[in-house]
């Protein structure tokens, strides 16, 4: 049994990094239908700036929890900067474009931001330093799940409640609600929609960086590769869960780091991907709009 | 009030507008009638800057609006009611509302519309909490017109309100459209293939064939035009 919340903790973990890392790419579709394959890379380079941000605080004698504090703070900015840089160079000019225009220039955007890293930073695996610091509190149940768990599964949940917060009652939000189901119509109600599209990428790449430095300093150590993994395993997540659903990026996420974490504790470790992925194709079977998505079909 | 002068606009390459001047004055209810394919639609949706005239000029109170943005037309009090009604479906009524009042900053104005178009349409009020897609046909146009009115529009354009609806919540809508035009002072140019209903209610009207205007009158002269009657109003 104690195995058994183990693998849950440790699924519980894995899934709100997913759903952290998905909640970018359901937004960002919600709003333009674009698969932002980017997106990974965004994780990628909060991961990094909070790496180099680390490193010079830890040079300056600052303690572990203002390091933790101002790297995720400077990852986030960095990478919303990348974000709200990216749609405008390469999805605004192809917003008239058919679809598989801007899905290209994404991939492409990809690639080239993992050479970038590569060139810019190093081929190989960097150490990170484990920024989450252990609680004493904890201790007793530090055998299930630790610290750094704990503190990735507390504040995905806090990132979860303030963007549904924002998504249901602010302004903002009901501006991208809007400007999600009818753009036209929208721009007619008054609504900026090129500002609701640049928002819209600030905050998923805001949360993508959050997950990157949360994983980071979990795993402990990067490279320039990591945003195309754990880009295609929330891309995966996002689907499961309806692509274009917030709620069901998180569900999405969880399903999903679960599934692996039970199938690495009671199969194989081999079999990690072959699980997940199989899931992924019984959904698209079964429910092709995902756990929580809406069909298509609506009446307007 | 709106002055449109010799607009031309295209969607990709197709011309759909070829040279179109009309003149609005305040307080008026001015049609538009023509079939399809005639360049309506795009009329409208040029004054509100979604499809941006190539050339010519729209004036509004003496302004141009023709190179601005969307929200920036709507900020300077013309709103529109388009073709199809596009109510958020997934909005509840009240969220919809909401959209309406988007560049509003006086809440007690809000709130005060808001009792005005619960008065208008009851049936709203009952429905507030409700997905807006879930609404008939006939609801989702009244949501549409009060969606619009809770912009507090100076000049309200419309497009087609009498599409697809039965015959008498067609004339309940005609009737609240004379109805904002009275009480409210509204300047309203309404698009319409119902020339019959539409040369009622109007001051003026223009009839548009192939993307030009071919014949501009009052609309009781229109009413009783040979040509009018045999082109449209299937007399």
Redesign the interface.
Known sequence: MEYFFELFFSGLTRGSIYALIALGYTMVYGIIELINFAHGEIYMIGAFTALIVAGVLSLLGFNELSILALAALAAVVYSSAYGYTIEKMAYKPLRKAPRLSALISAIGMSIFLQNYVLLAQTSDFLPFPSLIPDFHFLEPIAHLITSAEVVIVVTTAVVMVILSFLIKFT?LG??M??TA??K?????????VNRVISFTFIIGSATAAIGGVLIASHIGMINFYIGFIAGIKAFTAAVLGGIGSVPGAVLGGLVLGWTESFATGYVSSDYEDVFAFTLLVLILIFRPEGILG?STT??? | MLELKDIRSYYGNIQAIKGVSLTISEGEIITLIGGNGAGKTTTLMSISGIVPPRSGEILFMGEPIHEKSPDEIVSMGICQVPEGRRIFPFLTVMENLDMGAFLRKDKDGIKKDLEYIYDLFPILAERRHQAGGTLSGGEQQMLAISRALMARPRLLLMDEPSLGLAPLVVRRIFEIIEQINRENNTTIFLVEQNANLALKVANRGYVMENGLITMADDAGKLLANEEVKRAYLGL
């Open positions: 302004r009901k501006a609600r809007a189901q009818d036209d119509m929208a721009m007619l109600m008054g609504v900026n809406r609506q009446k307007v």
